[in-house]
């Protein structure tokens, strides 16, 4: 089966400049996620989707995040305006049960951020 | 305050030797997984414990959840180069209407053929 498709692999943009990143879940999978992960760290939850609707986004920075799953399978993650402390993967993962007990989270291979 | 703490950090050991790697909570967990994560790739998943108490084998490596259902312990035997990569603990909890899984830091375990 397909696994989880993230683009762009890499990204390098200058401070203040907007950026998006594209996810497309396995199929079938109602739930959504998208995780920051800094270097030497592990991934941070940003937003959870349960099909369209957002189930958890309390850690996202409203104030220059955004995330959206309109159509209920692929999603999108905006930063405007960027800051250099963003620089981190932004990591999407899908599973088919909110607590990923049945077959755990699938993580796509992330997209890597510098922000300079 | 981390939610979950792994130790080591960092640990280098020679092909052949056995290891074993720590995640410890002050919080209970409804289920436990384990990933491994390679450079420039998102983490795969290993294994899920569910029951506290619970040992899980995966060929070399076995998983085993405290009976509080607190902390989780990694084991590898025979380690081989191919074993490389960061060892990262999440642990599932529920809240606010919804289930979320916390990751710890990780453990980056280098073998050396």
């Known amino acids: 089966e397909a696994g989880v498709a993230q683009s762009p692999r890499y990204k390098i943009i200058e401070k203040r400049q907007s950026v998006a990143f594209w996810c497309n879940p396995i199929s079938g999978h109602a739930t959504l996620y998208w995780y920051q992960q800094i270097l030497g760290q592990g991934p941070k939850l940003l937003i959870q989707?349960?099909?369209?609707?957002?189930?958890?986004d309390s850690q996202l920075p409203k104030d220059r995040f955004s995330a959206e799953r309109l159509k209920g399978v692929d999603s999108t993650l905006k930063i405007q305006p960027a800051k250099l402390e963003d620089s981190a993967v932004y990591l999407c993962?899908?599973?088919?049960?909110?607590?990923?007990?049945?077959?755990?989270?699938?993580f796509g291979s992330g997209t890597r951020l510098t922000v300079v | 305050t981390q939610l979950l703490e792994q130790s080591p950090q960092f640990l280098s050991i020679q092909e052949g030797e056995n290891l074993t790697v720590y995640c410890n909570s002050s919080?209970?967990?409804?289920?436990l997984q384990w990933y491994r994560q390679e450079p420039g790739e998102g983490p795969v998943l290993l294994v899920t414990?569910?029951?506290?108490?619970e040992v899980k084998k995966l060929k070399r490596l076995t998983f085993q959840f405290g009976d509080a259902r607190k902390d989780s312990s990694l084991h590898i035997t025979a380690a081989q180069p191919g074993d490389t990569g960061l060892y990262l603990c999440?642990?599932?909890?529920?809240?606010?209407?919804?289930?979320?899984?916390?990751f710890g830091k990780g453990t980056k375990l280098s073998v050396i053929p």
């Open positions: 989707f349960q099909n369209n609707g957002v189930v958890d």
């Open positions: 414990v569910v029951t506290g108490g």
């Open positions: 919080s209970v967990f409804s289920s």
């Open positions: 999440a642990g599932a909890r529920s809240g606010a209407g919804s289930y979320q899984l916390t």
């Open positions: 993962a899908s599973s088919f049960d909110r607590q990923g007990r049945v077959g755990g989270y699938t």
